[in-house]
């Protein structure tokens, strides 16, 4: 059997496609087959980002209060430090993920928002440009009604 160059065949280590070998890979691609919903959420979605932000906020504050509770129970320099640290280390953590929710997740959340708007009313005005790339183009001055030209 001949394949063409740049497929996805099996390489010359005997690994094929994900570094698997073939055993591995028909595993794995039963378990998608099984789990394709919530596998392809995961893939298109934000879902990754918003549990590690989660995940930074909670470990972010926790160390925060136990920094501060280290840095006001110690008294000997080396544990202050340590506390300072600590105190510091998680302030930053999760000061930075409130920070990435206002200027990344919260806009990007927005911004589909306003697109879901836009597309309900392009299909509900029936506009041309949104109709199918078979349709052949309108003439100068046609679909001004706003309605979708007649096929």
């Not at 691609?29 to 099984?34: D, F, Q, R, S």
């Not at 590690?52 to 430090?81: I, N, Q, R, Y």
Request: proline share 7%; aromatic share 10%.
């Amino acid at each position: 059997m001949t394949e063409e160059p740049g497929a996805a065949g099996p390489s010359a280590d005997g690994q094929g496609v994900l570094g698997l070998g073939e055993r591995e890979r028909d595993y794995l691609l039963a378990w998608v087959g099984e789990n394709l919903t919530l596998v392809r959420r995961s893939a298109s979605g934000q879902r990754p980002m918003y549990w590690v932000l989660g995940t930074v906020f909670v470990v972010g504050l926790a160390a925060h209060v136990g920094g501060f509770l280290l840095k006001t129970s110690v008294t000997t320099e080396p544990l202050l430090l340590v506390g300072d640290l600590i105190y510091t280390f998680g302030w930053a953590l999760w000061t930075g993920a409130v920070v990435v929710v206002f200027v990344q997740v919260w806009p990007e959340a927005k911004r589909r928002q306003f697109q879901q708007a836009l597309n309900a009313y392009e299909a509900a005005v029936g506009d041309p440009a949104q109709a199918g790339s078979s349709q052949a183009p309108a003439a100068p001055g046609a679909g001004e009604s706003g309605q979708a030209p007649p096929e």
